[in-house]
């Protein structure tokens, strides 16, 4: 059973940065695809940003130039990094990873950007 385990949500100014990681319990290049997610209160889960296989990133539009994805085999730990935060990016960000047309998440971690 694929586990996916996020880390390194909390409370952060505007305009502050914070590193997600997502920790898999098995080799990364299993996964087809792997991604970052977002959900704010009363809002639909929402693609941040994803990184395949063969290392091609893919982000929401809110967020580009501002956050990036990227990952290391051997730590089996993909990593958002996030920068220039704003209220607007309050939500829990979930870790999704697809092996073999099934979907596996994280239980998430919650980012709260306040004054």
């Known amino acids: 059973q694929v586990q996916l385990v996020e880390s390194g949500g909390g409370l952060v100014q505007p305009g502050g940065s914070l590193r997600l990681s997502c920790v898999a319990s098995?080799?990364?290049?299993?996964?087809?695809?792997m991604g970052w997610y977002r959900q704010a209160p009363g809002k639909q889960r929402e693609l941040v940003a994803t990184?395949?296989?063969?290392?091609?990133?893919n982000y929401a539009d809110s967020v580009k130039g501002r956050f990036m994805i990227y990952r290391d085999g051997a730590e089996k730990t993909v990593w958002l990094q996030m920068n220039s935060l704003s209220p607007e990016d309050t939500a829990g960000y979930y870790c999704?990873?697809?092996?073999?047309?099934?979907?596996?998440w994280g239980q998430g971690t919650q980012v709260t950007v306040s004054p």
């Open positions: 098995e080799n990364i290049f299993n996964f087809n695809i």
């Open positions: 990184i395949n296989v063969g290392g091609i990133t």
């Open positions: 999704k990873a697809e092996l073999l047309r099934r979907n596996y």
